[in-house]
């Protein structure tokens, strides 16, 4: 709920600061006095538009700070939290400055944020209900959340939401089946041919590596056969190594008695090196065995790479890829060949699932008959005290057309009126005039309090053309909506602001402190014994009488009585704030 607002440089306010409690509070005032201008301040810090022309004359700028408990799991949290901004706090701090020159800057707790979040923030916060309001309840694409909220249908609403996301999974999963197929069958010569292609030619995996080796030796033949013999020859010409080696290793063995372990180490590696050359020679033998001089062979080599590359070249990819699309190209002739039975399959999920969804959605359609009945019936209940005996509101629960069915189900929702007997009912915004509107949104807010997640409800002038017994039900209403949720409201009617728990007089004076000539709002918080004389001049105009102060006395008596029957989630100070200086 709002517990505070402070303004500064609005219009003709130079300095407020104002702080509320949970129940009923009303402001009264002369016409003129400036009331509007508290709820244009509140408005901005709600994210309304912003207009230089409210800041007051020779100031720089005006700002507007609104501060609010909202208690854990409110939406707002999940607005915060979207933007970093969640603190984890319980108290959501609204600061709105607008410049002379028309620049709009907002902070949402001493956080830079966008205007746009204020509105959006704003809209869980607060509802103005008033003769000009457009939004809220007279909104048409609230009413079937309001309505859904008011007939408890949670979990009809969730069930029908996720059969919806279930038909659309199985209806994309189809349709991308059939595209899929369709692409496939239209391409099925051209997979046969290419899979022909790669089945004949049948590359293998590593292939184009090992024949490019292959050819570079068959390419360099001559030239290997000429080195390997050249090598052997070293070895053996002029003089032959091994036996070399072997000559002088019998010598040194001979000699073994007398040096001992002087040769020892001398012969071993003569022998080492005798047996590594003798493998030297074997390696050379087999390796000039091994080449391979037949041109033919070189020709057979290069026609099978040559083969893949071009291949590859004509598929795009690289050569030993060739092998991974063979596979893939049969994997797509296969499934042409059992798509359709795929297609099928998936056809017969869509189908399925289409029709859990209608069956979920059917069922939150009997939902929203059973509680638009409901409605209807409290609301009419309400009407005739309010001086709407002869209105008649009704909730029309519509088919959408196919094409129109989403998550929220197969119905449109919308609140009408009719408020003279014959009439065909309509559009509560466009038939109902501004008096009408505001107490046809008193009637439905006090049937629709307790479903709610919005805390703070401001009503402006829902008094308008009405009295006596009317204006004491106006307020009797607004008190008993005041315990589910804090109530504002600016009213010209005793009977209404005699209800309230608490009440601010606003009126203008002439400015002081600064020496200038103007006018200026001020706001005091009214004592009981204030409370009574403002009544009483409510009640009688610019002379209060004794008969009007006497006649206040019995209204704040009615409205006290009426208080102790409104059990509150906290007990309410005397006052909701200070006298502004």
Not at 60 to 75: K, Q
Not at 211 to 224: D, F, I, S
Not at 439 to 450: C, E, G, H, N, T
Request: a negative charge; one cysteine or more; hydrophobic letters at 45%.
């Amino acid at each position: 709920m709002l517990v505070s607002l402070s303004i500064r440089d609005v219009v003709l306010i130079r300095h407020l600061d104002l702080t509320f409690g949970a129940g009923l509070g009303v402001l009264t005032g002369e016409t003129g006095a400036g009331k509007s201008i508290l709820l244009d301040s509140l408005g901005l810090a709600l994210g309304a538009r912003a207009d230089s022309g409210l800041v007051r004359a020779g100031a720089d700028r005006l700002s507007v700070t609104a501060a609010f408990e909202i208690p854990a799991g409110h939406p707002a949290h999940v607005l915060l939290a979207e933007q970093d901004l969640d603190t984890g706090e319980e108290t959501l701090v609204l600061r709105r400055t607008v410049s002379a020159d028309g620049r709009s800057r907002a902070r949402v707790n001493d956080q830079p944020a966008s205007v746009g979040l204020l509105r959006r923030l704003g809209d869980t916060l607060v509802e103005v209900h008033g003769q000009f309001d457009s939004h809220g309840l007279l909104d048409p694409a609230t009413h079937r959340g309001v309505l859904d909220a008011h007939g408890a249908l949670t979990a009809p609403r969730a069930d029908c939401r996720a059969a919806w996301e279930a038909w659309r999974a199985a209806a994309r999963a189809h349709a991308d089946a059939r595209r899929d197929l369709a692409q496939a069958q239209a391409h099925e010569a051209e997979l046969r041919a290419a899979l022909e292609e790669l089945e004949a030619l049948n590359p293998k995996p590593g292939e184009d590596a090992g024949l490019a080796e292959m050819r570079a030796r068959l390419m360099n033949g001559e030239k290997l056969a000429e080195g390997l013999n050249a090598a052997l020859a070293a070895l053996s010409q002029p003089a032959d190594v091994d036996t070399a080696l072997r000559a002088a290793q019998r010598a040194l063995e001979r000699l073994s008695d007398l040096a001992g372990a002087t040769v020892a180490p001398i012969v071993e590696g003569l022998e080492r090196a005798a047996i590594e050359l003798a493998e030297v020679r074997n390696a050379l033998d087999h390796a000039a065995a091994d080449i391979d001089l037949d041109p033919r062979h070189l020709d057979q080599v290069e026609e099978r790479l040559f083969a893949l590359r071009g291949l590859a070249r004509k598929h795009g990819v690289e050569p030993d890829a060739l092998p991974a699309l063979m596979e893939a190209t049969r994997d797509r002739l296969a499934a042409v060949e059992g798509g359709g039975a795929d297609v099928a399959r998936l056809a017969r999920a869509e189908q399925a699932a289409r029709e859990s969804y209608i069956t979920a959605a059917r069922a939150l359609s009997d939902g929203r008959r059973a509680a638009a009945a409901r409605l209807d019936r409290a609301v009419a209940a309400e009407l005739p005290p309010l001086k709407l005996d002869k209105a008649r509101f009704e909730t029309r629960v519509d088919p959408l057309t196919e094409r129109d069915w989403g998550p929220e189900g197969l119905d449109r929702v919308a609140f009408e009126v009719a408020t003279n007997p014959g009439a065909a009912p309509g559009p509560i915004h466009k038939i109902a005039s501004g008096g009408e509107l505001a107490r046809f949104m008193l009637a439905l807010k006090v049937v629709l309090a307790r479903a709610s997640t919005v805390p703070t409800l401001v009503f402006d002038e829902v008094d308008t053309g009405i009295g006596g017994a009317t204006a004491a039900a106006v307020g009797e209403r607004l008190a008993r909506l005041a315990r589910d949720v804090q109530v504002l409201v600016v009213t010209h009617s005793p009977q209404v602001a005699a209800t309230g728990h608490h009440h601010w007089r606003v009126e203008k004076s002439g400015s002081g402190g600064d020496g200038e000539a103007g006018t200026e709002t001020r706001v005091s918080v009214l004592s009981p014994e204030d409370r009574r004389e403002e009544i009483a001049r409510m009640l009688s105009g610019a002379t209060i009488t004794a008969e009007a102060r006497a006649a206040a006395t019995t209204l704040l008596q009615g409205g006290a009585a009426s208080q102790m029957e409104m059990p509150l989630d906290s007990p309410l100070p005397d006052s909701a704030g200070p006298e502004t200086p």
